[in-house]
């Protein structure tokens, strides 16, 4: 079997390959780069091309993926981006056709990727959802005063340069929807100081829920996860996961990532994405297999026998810079979580020594140097 990703060299595609050659499968590439980038390197990728980031998206760019597949022998291709997905799904005729795609339906990919739609599911399943409001210049912008200060995110993927932002007050609420230029609204809800949980799984198209795993986010850096480790999930957050993917009627794997509060044990529904992410290579040293998952969800037969371990993983990397701006002072409200310096280092420290790495595997040297060299000479270049 020769399963194909698309996407950049990047730590999700790495997951893939790696976990995909352990089958004694033999998986191959497209990567999405310029000349200058570094070529993807691992034990385990039996081929690979180059999909220039000008040719995405075009006619050109369809042709070089079909060429790929159809020399490559290719059993099926699948994508980490949403907006990619959707033009692999409006070309399918132009791909080999006895290449699979492993890839949700437009249809679907459009209805989820709507934040407004998915909130209104999330409320209709029973997850605790924030007060949310749907703003921009447009807009009466009317804030209650206790929901201050607010977390800002774009409605719409790509619609937007940030990822996150938080707001204190009305008036700077005002100044920052006058200093974007999007057409869709922005989501904000009142700020929690709080871990997430990530909850990853995957559905058949016949309606069959697989591998539904909990895990917590306990550190945080740019808004992202900085450490993982998995945790019990209660029983009823387990079913509205359930829910909630039949109400869209999701095929593929998923991730739901959610507000924590580890005292009350209550859960706030954020998002969830219908792709692999920034967690899909975390969770694997866990023992979570995502990219078999992700495909036996499509049919493919694979030898998985997953055993959860509870370990701590992170990126050596991220630690570093995480440690880098703690020490210049330049972390913010969205690195949880906000505790004394002298403790940050020293956790900072002993995760560096004790936890796993996301991307360090003895067993694929190469495609971990490799990967780190192409992250290292990307930084280097805007210095």
């Given at each position: 079997?020769r399963?194909?990703?698309?996407?950049?060299?990047?730590?999700?595609?790495?997951?893939?390959?790696?976990?995909?050659?352990?089958?004694?499968?033999?998986?191959?590439?497209?990567?999405?780069?310029?000349?200058?980038?570094?070529?993807?390197?691992?034990?385990?990728?039996?081929?690979?091309?180059?999909?220039?980031h000008?040719?995405?998206?075009?006619?050109?760019?369809?042709?070089?993926?079909?060429?790929?597949?159809?020399?490559?022998?290719?059993?099926?291709?699948?994508?980490?981006?949403?907006?990619?997905?959707?033009?692999?799904?409006?070309?399918?005729?132009k791909?080999?056709?006895?290449?699979?795609?492993?890839?949700?339906?437009?249809l679907?990919?459009?209805?989820?990727?709507?934040?407004?739609?998915?909130?209104?599911?999330?409320?209709?399943?029973?997850?605790?959802?924030?007060?949310?409001?749907?703003?921009?210049?447009?807009?009466?912008?009317?804030?209650?005063?206790?929901?201050?200060?607010?977390?800002?995110?774009?409605?719409?993927?790509?619609?937007s340069?940030?990822?996150?932002?938080?707001?204190?007050?009305?008036?700077?609420?005002v100044?920052?929807?006058?200093?974007?230029?999007?057409?869709?609204?922005?989501?904000?809800?009142?700020?929690?100081?709080?871990?997430?949980l990530?909850?990853?799984?995957?559905?058949?198209?016949?309606?069959?829920?697989?591998?539904?795993?909990?895990?917590?986010?306990?550190?945080?850096?740019?808004?992202?996860?900085?450490?993982?480790?998995?945790?019990?999930?209660?029983?009823?957050?387990h079913?509205?996961c359930?829910?909630?993917?039949?109400?869209?009627?999701?095929?593929?794997?998923?991730h739901?990532?959610?507000?924590?509060?580890?005292?009350?044990?209550?859960?706030?529904?954020?998002?969830?994405?219908?792709?692999?992410?920034?967690?899909?290579?975390?969770?694997?040293?866990?023992?979570?297999?995502?990219?078999?998952?992700?495909?036996?969800?499509y049919?493919?037969?694979?030898?998985?026998?997953?055993?959860?371990?509870?370990?701590?993983?992170?990126?050596?990397?991220?630690?570093?810079?995480?440690?880098?701006?703690?020490?210049?002072?330049?972390?913010?409200?969205?690195?949880?979580?906000?505790?004394?310096?002298?403790?940050?280092?020293?956790?900072?420290?002993?995760?560096?020594?004790?936890?796993?790495?996301?991307v360090?595997?003895?067993?694929?040297?190469?495609?971990?140097?490799?990967?780190?060299?192409?992250?290292?000479?990307?930084?280097?270049?805007?210095?």
């Amino acid at each position: 079997m020769r399963p194909v990703m698309l996407s950049s060299f990047g730590p999700p595609a790495l997951a893939c390959i790696r976990s995909w050659g352990k089958q004694g499968w033999e998986p191959g590439l497209i990567c999405i780069r310029s000349e200058n980038e570094s070529e993807p390197v691992s034990r385990y990728l039996s081929g690979w091309t180059t999909l220039p980031h000008k040719k995405v998206y075009t006619d050109e760019g369809i042709e070089i993926v079909a060429e790929f597949l159809e020399k490559f022998n290719a059993g099926g291709i699948t994508a980490i981006d949403e907006k990619i997905s959707k033009w692999i799904n409006q070309h399918r005729d132009k791909l080999p056709q006895k290449t699979a795609v492993w890839l949700p339906d437009n249809l679907i990919i459009d209805d989820v990727l709507s934040k407004k739609r998915q909130t209104e599911v999330a409320k209709a399943v029973g997850f605790e959802v924030l007060p949310t409001y749907l703003l921009n210049l447009k807009s009466n912008i009317s804030v209650k005063a206790e929901h201050f200060p607010l977390c800002l995110r774009p409605s719409e993927p790509g619609s937007s340069d940030f990822k996150v932002h938080i707001v204190s007050s009305q008036e700077e609420l005002v100044r920052f929807l006058q200093s974007l230029n999007i057409p869709a609204p922005i989501i904000a809800q009142p700020f929690k100081s709080l871990p997430n949980l990530v909850i990853h799984g995957a559905r058949t198209h016949t309606g069959a829920t697989l591998g539904i795993q909990g895990f917590l986010v306990s550190r945080k850096f740019e808004s992202v996860t900085l450490t993982i480790t998995p945790i019990a999930l209660p029983p009823d957050i387990h079913q509205k996961c359930v829910d909630f993917t039949d109400a869209f009627n999701i095929v593929g794997n998923y991730h739901f990532e959610l507000l924590f509060d580890p005292n009350t044990k209550s859960a706030y529904f954020l998002e969830i994405n219908t792709r692999f992410g920034g967690t899909t290579a975390k969770v694997l040293p866990c023992g979570y297999d995502e990219p078999v998952i992700a495909l036996e969800s499509y049919g493919v037969k694979a030898d998985i026998r997953q055993t959860i371990k509870p370990v701590v993983v992170s990126n050596k990397q991220a630690l570093m810079k995480y440690l880098f701006y703690a020490l210049t002072h330049r972390l913010s409200p969205l690195d949880y979580p906000d505790e004394p310096m002298l403790i940050k280092v020293c956790k900072t420290l002993r995760g560096f020594m004790t936890y796993k790495d996301d991307v360090l595997n003895v067993s694929d040297m190469r495609g971990s140097l490799a990967l780190y060299r192409g992250n290292l000479k990307a930084k280097l270049k805007f210095l």
